[in-house]
């Protein structure tokens, strides 16, 4: 895998939640667009290339959100290892598999981060002087809306980035068999 490629991907898909997400959401329901770059990435990677930067995704995902830090580093390696581990038998190219894989990463992503939120509720609201912060609450309904909504743009976003792959320079580990 070319790294300075993959990094450019990190910054675009990071980039892009950041300042289109916002424009682009329905009723709330924002998509993960970092959460496709990261299917990408391990569905084509060799398994260790792709668990170390589907991690990288998922802390410099940490580092834009207000979540507490890393969360979304260890969902996007706990999608990463699901991903790498079912290359052998998904055809990459086929639209259904990106919207399975999509709607599975997003799923575990909700659920980690769902979790955290029982765990730790957020603290009351907080008030400075004439300012009053009010406590940051996840939406179950908002994130499984969202978790639909990645899904269903998965297989376009998925389908462009797999015809721009011999960018990356992945390469396939192929093991040359016995005759006995």
């Known amino acids: 895998m070319r790294w300075p490629t993959y990094f450019i991907l990190a910054y675009v898909a990071v980039a892009m939640q950041i300042g289109l997400a916002p424009y682009v959401s329905y009723h709330g329901a924002k ?4 959460l496709l770059a990261v299917i990408f990435i391990a569905m084509n990677a060799p398994k260790n290339a792709a668990l170390l930067g589907c991690f990288f ?11 507490q830090p ?4 260890l969902s996007y390696g706990l999608v990463a290892m699901f991903v790498v581990a079912t290359q052998a ?3 990459k190219g086929h639209p259904l598999t990106h ?3 999509a709607l599975v990463g997003g799923l575990v992503t909700a659920a980690v981060l769902l ?7 957020p603290t009351p609201r907080v008030r400075t002087g004439d300012l009053i912060l009010p406590a940051v609450r996840l939406s179950s309904t908002r994130m499984l809306e969202g978790v639909l909504y990645t899904a269903v743009l998965s297989p ?5 980035l797999q015809r721009g792959k011999k960018l990356f320079g992945f390469q396939s580990i ?3 068999g016995r005759a006995f």
């Open 57 to 67: 995704l998922g802390f410099v995902q940490d580092l834009i959100t207000q979540q």
């Open 156 to 160: 376009f976003v998925l389908a462009l």
């Open 115 to 121: 979790s955290h939120s029982f765990v730790h509720p």
């Open 174 to 176: 192929r093991r040359k």
């Open 89 to 91: 038998v998904v055809y």
């Open 31 to 34: 998509p993960d667009l970092v």
């Open 99 to 101: 919207f399975t894989l």
């Open 70 to 73: 890393g969360l979304f580093a």
